[in-house]
């Protein structure tokens, strides 16, 4: 099955460490098109930060080189390729293994790999030495109507059919031009149920 693509991306900058954070903030704004939750982006941005993180400290060992940034956008899914030309991975099922880095001295983690992993729906490593790094990954969004919570309207109280006084909610929001805080009301009374 072909999916359509929405929209695509390519980002090529040098690798500092400095452009890490302008990465993220360029998927986390690419992404928005498809109206993510706070969680999903970052998520997003943290693999991203990962994925770019890797290609300059490990790739590239601080030395100058370009990282390429390419992300493409479907109806529901972000697919996102960090590649480099450096040194490359020489064992790749080692490297994704948790804790494992070959820069200790820089205090570094070895939790990129499953940081990535655990955050993205979908992950693949393909790297040859000497010739560079391509981490693939991508994440469904989920729609709105995905993840609909019930909740006690503050416009009309509680109510036996739920449904109807959402409809309800949802129409004087359209019309007042409200649907976003309505949909926020709804995230924060749900974390607000699960607390008590």
């Not at 986390?28 to 930060?49: G, H, N, R």
């Not at 300059?56 to 390419?70: C, P, S």
């Not at 490297?95 to 992993?117: C, D, H, Q, V, Y």
């Not at 709105?144 to 509680?158: A, C, H, R, T, V």
């Amino acid at each position: 099955m072909n999916k359509k693509i929405k929209n695509e991306m390519k980002i090529e900058f040098a690798s500092k460490s400095t452009n890490e954070a302008f990465a993220r903030i360029a998927v986390a704004a690419f992404v928005s098109q498809l109206d993510p939750t706070i969680e999903e982006i970052a998520d997003i941005k943290t693999s991203v930060s990962e994925a770019v993180t890797n290609s300059i400290i490990h790739a590239y060992q601080n030395k100058d080189g370009i990282v390429t940034l390419r992300a493409i956008l479907y109806d529901d899914e972000i697919e996102i390729e960090v590649s480099d030309t450096g040194s490359g991975i020489e064992n790749i099922e080692e490297a994704k293994k948790p804790l494992f880095t070959t820069k200790g001295n820089l205090e570094r983690s070895g939790m990129g790999f499953t940081i990535m992993e655990n955050f993205m729906d979908e992950l693949k490593v393909e790297s040859i030495v000497g010739l560079g790094t391509k981490i693939s990954m991508s994440k469904k969004i989920k729609k709105e109507n995905d993840e609909l919570i019930p909740i006690i309207s503050p416009f009309y109280g509680p109510s036996e059919n739920m449904k109807d006084e959402e409809q309800k909610e949802t129409n004087i929001a359209k019309k007042s031009g409200q649907q976003k805080i309505i949909k926020l009301r709804r995230k924060e009374n749900s974390i607000g149920n699960r607390r008590t």
